[in-house]
């Protein structure tokens, strides 16, 4: 209930955190110098740092699938984490030279925004070896930069002002099915029930209803103010 949240507490790092994942009582921080922070979240009031594992290179995002944790730094890598003992975290696997941006698994499939060299999907049946099923790169597409999934849609955020749809119906054959073409500015996405939400350079964001993949329609926009105005502060 947004009318009763509550400011708990505010555990400070000393970096710059980029991403935040959650498992279990266990929160997992992206921090841009630090590598990734973790964090026992098992009393809300009064979290503390367990450990970290430093990498090479600043991280893009992170995101977690059962026990595995997926991390994609800025040489364009995929690292995958074994996170079932949160005091001996593994690497199990590296997907090398994919230019990755953000990652997406669903079931055994792994999909990838990998910037220039578009969609490339995944099986990660086996976490160890992870084999490439296929990739799209359509001409019409400039670099892909976030993904959200939803059914057998795939919603692709180019570097630019589209989204792009495509059908992942059959893996094998993956092709555009519409687009939204925008004069703004996009920077992330993310789907809720029939609805897309989309952040925009500039402080704003545009909601499109995606129940009908062939006919979406914007259906709200907000326009972020200056914080004084709105932020309690603490």
Known sequence: NQ???EFI???KTFGIIS???I???TAFLSDTYFGVRVIDISNPELPYEIGC???SGEQNSINIEGNFLFLADDTGRLRIYDISDVKNIKEVSVIEDFQVKESMVQDTLLFL??????LIVFNISDIYHPVEINRIKPAELSPIYDISIKNEFGFLLSLGKDIFVVSLADLNNIFTLSSVDSSRHFYSLDIGSNYLYTSVFGGSIIIYDISDHNDIKEIGFYELHHPDIWCMKH
């Open 53 to 55: 594992f430093q990498i």
């Open 113 to 118: 925004s990998a910037a220039a060299k578009g």
């Open 23 to 25: 498992k279990d009582k």
């Open 19 to 21: 991403d935040v994942a």
């Open 3 to 5: 009318d009763s949240l």
């Open 9 to 11: 507490r505010n555990n």
